[in-house]
């Protein structure tokens, strides 16, 4: 009898003690929440970063495309359609959401990808190749 008496009260035990609590519930979720409020901005960043980077490789690919364009033909394109040869996409896209514009992250500038017909350079919403950066660069840009 005293057998039975005890593995029930440890089958009881182990019943009661089975399962997660609720205070060990709540750590959880705010170690959860914790991590997210960390990871988050850093992944938004790293969009930006990202976006900024397509920029600047987009604009610099047209700038080439322009350079070689005025070596051959001896003039400068009117638009980026006049690129077709040098260019794999004659309207290529800047990509949707932010981007780093004098070291200040803001919306993608609307207007595509043109051509500055007094610089002749690409330019991304009016903006030159290098406004699209993380930290400010005031030379560069009064500059180009």
């Known amino acids: 009898m005293k057998t039975k008496m005890t593995s029930r009260m440890?089958?009881?035990?182990?019943?009661?003690?089975?399962?997660?609590?609720?205070?060990?519930?709540?750590?959880?979720?705010?170690?959860?929440?914790?991590?997210?409020?960390i990871a988050v901005p850093k992944f938004t960043s790293a969009i930006a970063s990202a976006?900024?980077?397509?920029?600047?490789?987009?604009?610099?690919?047209?700038?080439?495309?322009?350079?070689?364009?005025?070596?051959?033909?001896?003039?400068?394109?009117?638009?980026?359609?006049?690129?077709?040869?040098?260019?794999?996409?004659?309207?290529?896209?800047?990509?949707?959401g932010k981007c780093y514009i004098n070291g200040s992250e803001t919306k993608i500038p609307e207007g595509g990808y043109d051509i500055d017909r007094s610089t002749h350079q690409a330019t991304c919403g009016g903006k030159k190749i290098a406004e699209f950066s993380k930290t400010k660069d005031t030379e560069n840009v009064d500059q180009g």
């Open 51 to 96: 976006n900024t980077a397509r920029i600047q490789a987009d604009l610099s690919t047209i700038n080439t495309a322009i350079s070689v364009y005025e070596i051959e033909n001896g003039e400068y394109p009117e638009n980026i359609g006049d690129l077709g040869n040098y260019l794999q996409n004659t309207k290529p896209k800047p990509p949707t």
């Open 10 to 37: 440890r089958n009881n035990r182990q019943s009661k003690e089975a399962g997660f609590t609720l205070i060990g519930m709540l750590i959880a979720v705010g170690i959860v929440a914790i991590l997210a409020m």
